[in-house]
C-alpha cells in the first residue's frame, strides 16, 4: 500500500511558516503583505474557494482585499480594476479568479495585471522566466506546491522519469518546466497522446492534470511510483450531494503506488498556501526588504 502524502498537514504547516515571517515584517519593516482577489460572476464553487483563499490570507496576518462583481461585467471594467489594483500601493498580490465568463478574453486580463503582483505565476513574462530558468519570477501556485511535496517526500529528483498528463498554462506546461529545473527527463501527454496507459507506467513521478474522475486506472501505474493528482472533480451523489474526487483512480492507484496524493486533502490545500508564499514574496520584492527565514 502506498503512503498517503498529508498535503493538508504540509500546507497547515507552510501558512504557520508564513505567519511567522509575516507577523516579523509588521514588527521590522512596519508593513503588511495585502492580495486582492477578483471574483466575477457566482460560480458556487469559486465562491467557496475565494472565501477560503481569504480567510487563510488574513489568518497568516495578511490583508485581504476582496472584489466582487456581478457575471454581465463587461471587459473594460474589469480591466479598469485590474489597473486600479497594479496602481494600489497596499497590493502585493492580484489573483483574478478563472474562469471568467465568456464576454470578457482571459488573456487580455492576465496580460494586463503587473508581473511584480502576479502572485498566480500566469503572465507571459512569469511563464517565460519560469521556462528560460532565469529565476525571480513568480510561479504558478499549484505546480509548486505539488513540487514541494515531492521535494518534501523524494528529495532529489534528478534524472526521474516524470509524466505529466495535461498541458494547460496553468497547471501542466509549468508543471513540466519545474519538474525540468529539477532535471528530470519530462514527457508532457494531452488529448492526443497515444498509447497513454504504456507512457504512464514509464513514469517515477506521475502528475494528473486534466479534469477527468478517475482516469489514470491501476494498472497505468509503475509500482513504486510517486503519483500527484491534481484533480478536482465535483460529483453528484445519488443524495444529492457532492463529492471531491481527482483524476486518479484512488483505491486502485494507492495498491501500486509508492507515494499518493488523495483529493480532497492533497494538492488542493498546498495550492492556496502557495499563493500565501507568492503574496510574502511579491512583497518583500516590491519592497525592497530581504525575505525573513
Ligand atoms: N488542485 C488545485 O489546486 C487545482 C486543480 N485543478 C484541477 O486540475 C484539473 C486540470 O485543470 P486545468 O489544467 O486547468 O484543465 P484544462 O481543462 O485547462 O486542461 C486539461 C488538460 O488535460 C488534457 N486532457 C483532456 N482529456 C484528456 C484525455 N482523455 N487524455 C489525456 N489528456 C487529456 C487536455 O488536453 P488538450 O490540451 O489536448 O485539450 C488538457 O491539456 C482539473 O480537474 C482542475 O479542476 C486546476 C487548478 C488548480
Ligand atoms: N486565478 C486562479 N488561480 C487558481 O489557482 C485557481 C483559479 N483561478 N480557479 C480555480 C482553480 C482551482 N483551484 C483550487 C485551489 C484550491 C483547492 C482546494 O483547497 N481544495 C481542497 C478542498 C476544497 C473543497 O472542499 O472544496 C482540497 O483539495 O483538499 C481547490 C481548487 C485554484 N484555482
Ligand atoms: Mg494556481
Redesign the pocket.
Known amino acids: 500500500m502506498a503512503e498517503i502524502i498529508d498535503?493538508?498537514a504540509f500546507a497547515a504547516q507552510l501558512r504557520a511558516h508564513i505567519g511567522r515571517r509575516v507577523a516579523r515584517l509588521v514588527a521590522e519593516e512596519g508593513f503588511t503583505p495585502g492580495l486582492a482577489v477578483v471574483l466575477v460572476g457566482d460560480d458556487p464553487?469559486?465562491q467557496?474557494?475565494v472565501r477560503?483563499k481569504a480567510a487563510q490570507t488574513l489568518e497568516a496576518g495578511m490583508i485581504s482585499f476582496e472584489h466582487r462583481l456581478p457575471a454581465h461585467t463587461a471587459q473594460p471594467e474589469l480591466l479598469a480594476l485590474v489597473r486600479r489594483l497594479n496602481d494600489d500601493p497596499a497590493v502585493d498580490g492580484i489573483?483574478?479568479?478563472?474562469?471568467l465568463p465568456a464576454q470578457i478574453d482571459a488573456d487580455v486580463i492576465l496580460n494586463a495585471i503587473d508581473p511584480a503582483k502576479d502572485v498566480?505565476g500566469?503572465h507571459p513574462l512569469n511563464a517565460g522566466l519560469l521556462a528560460t530558468g532565469n529565476g525571480f519570477g513568480l510561479v504558478?501556485?499549484?505546480p509548486l506546491g505539488a513540487l514541494m511535496l515531492l521535494r518534501d517526500r523524494l528529495g532529489d529528483l534528478r534524472g526521474l522519469n516524470a509524466v505529466v498528463v495535461g498541458r494547460s498554462n496553468?497547471v501542466g506546461k509549468p508543471m513540466a518546466q519545474l519538474l525540468l529545473r529539477e532535471d528530470c527527463t519530462v514527457t508532457v501527454a494531452h488529448s492526443r497522446t497515444r498509447a497513454l496507459p504504456e507512457l504512464c507506467r514509464s513514469a517515477d513521478i506521475l502528475v494528473a492534470a486534466v479534469g477527468r474522475p478517475g482516469m489514470i486506472r491501476g494498472d497505468w501505474i509503475k509500482p513504486g511510483a510517486t503519483v500527484i493528482d491534481v484533480g478536482?472533480n465535483r460529483i453528484g451523489l445519488p443524495d444529492g450531494r457532492a463529492r471531491?474526487t481527482g483524476d486518479v483512480d484512488f483505491a486502485e492507484a494507492v495498491t501500486v503506488a509508492a507515494h499518493i496524493t488523495p483529493?480532497?486533502?492533497?494538492?488542493?490545500?498546498m495550492?492556496?498556501a502557495c499563493?500565501l508564499h507568492n503574496t510574502l514574496t511579491a512583497a518583500c520584492r516590491r519592497r525592497g526588504v530581504e525575505l525573513p527565514d
Not at 483529493?263 to 490545500?269: E, F, Q, R, T, Y
Open positions: 498535503g493538508k464553487a469559486s467557496v474557494y477560503n489573483l483574478v479568479q478563472l474562469p498566480d500566469f504558478p501556485c499549484t496553468i478536482i471531491l483529493v480532497p486533502g492533497g494538492v488542493g490545500p495550492t492556496i499563493l
